[in-house]
């Protein structure tokens, strides 16, 4: 099945630092790839996907983009908040036709003020 | 809005015990999935359920059983809980069943603590 490798953290920035946390896969045919964010204290939640090659998935300030010549879904964003404090996973289908989700190993962002 | 609940955030069990962990989705999903999250390991599928009283063992089935008899309801069972099984539990739901668009988004439950002594 499809595969994900993703940067170790933890990552700390101070407010307002540019954020690139680094993802790249291996998959049959060109999958959905996905960003999911889990905040202190709770589950996880789509920050943002992509469905196709060359895409580009933006929500809250981040962004990724679907590169299918480096295999990569990397997440930026411009200027991070205290808010932004999280853990951040990458993620794609197992295989096509099914619902299973293969997770990369999460990177933790620390953000000071 | 969208809603996965879990039945506690946080328990705390005895090594032998017979442990429940309920989660409930409002959406009318087809799918739904428990995994368990550890340090280091990110997450791991343990079941996975893409209709009623359908399931398939993900990646750590090992000493866990499931139960799903009610299209909103999906069961994690620990049989004999024992001590590596303190972890924390997430459920997630999805829309549509066992062939599917790879564009669907997985909902998360808040997560179950669990800590087994």
């Known amino acids: 099945g499809n595969s994900v490798t993703q940067m170790e953290g933890p990552v700390t920035l101070s407010e307002e630092a540019f954020l690139t946390i680094n993802c790249t896969y291996t998959a049959t045919g060109y999958p959905s790839l996905f960003w999911y964010v889990q905040y202190p204290g709770e589950g996880l939640q789509l920050l943002l996907k992509?469905?196709?090659?060359?895409d580009k998935g933006s929500n809250k300030g981040f962004e990724a983009t679907y590169r299918k010549e480096t295999t990569s879904f990397h997440l930026e964003k411009g200027s991070v908040q205290v808010s932004d404090s999280a853990v951040y996973f990458c993620?794609?289908?197992?295989?096509?036709?099914?619902?299973?989700?293969?997770f990369g190993t999460g990177t933790r962002l620390l953000v000071s003020p | 809005d969208v809603k996965v609940t879990q039945s506690s955030r946080y328990l705390v069990k005895r090594t032998g015990e017979k442990v429940f962990l309920e989660c409930v989705q409002d959406?009318?999903?087809?799918?739904m999935f428990w995994y368990r999250q550890d340090p280091g390991l990110g997450l791991r599928l343990i079941y996975f359920?893409?209709?009623?009283?359908?399931?398939e063992k993900g990646d750590i089935p090992e000493g866990y059983s499931v139960s799903r008899e009610k299209k909103e309801r999906f069961s994690l069972i620990l049989e004999s809980a024992s001590t590596n099984q303190t972890s924390m539990y997430l459920c997630?739901?999805?829309?549509?069943?066992?062939?599917?668009?790879?564009?669907?988004?997985?909902?998360f439950g808040p997560g179950t603590r669990l800590t087994v002594l």
């Open positions: 997630a739901s999805s829309l549509r069943g066992r062939i599917a668009s790879s564009t669907d988004t997985q909902y």
């Open positions: 992509a469905t196709k090659a060359d």
């Open positions: 959406m009318d999903h087809e799918n």
């Open positions: 359920s893409y209709d009623v009283k359908m399931k």
């Open positions: 993620a794609l289908p197992l295989n096509t036709g099914f619902q299973k989700l293969v």
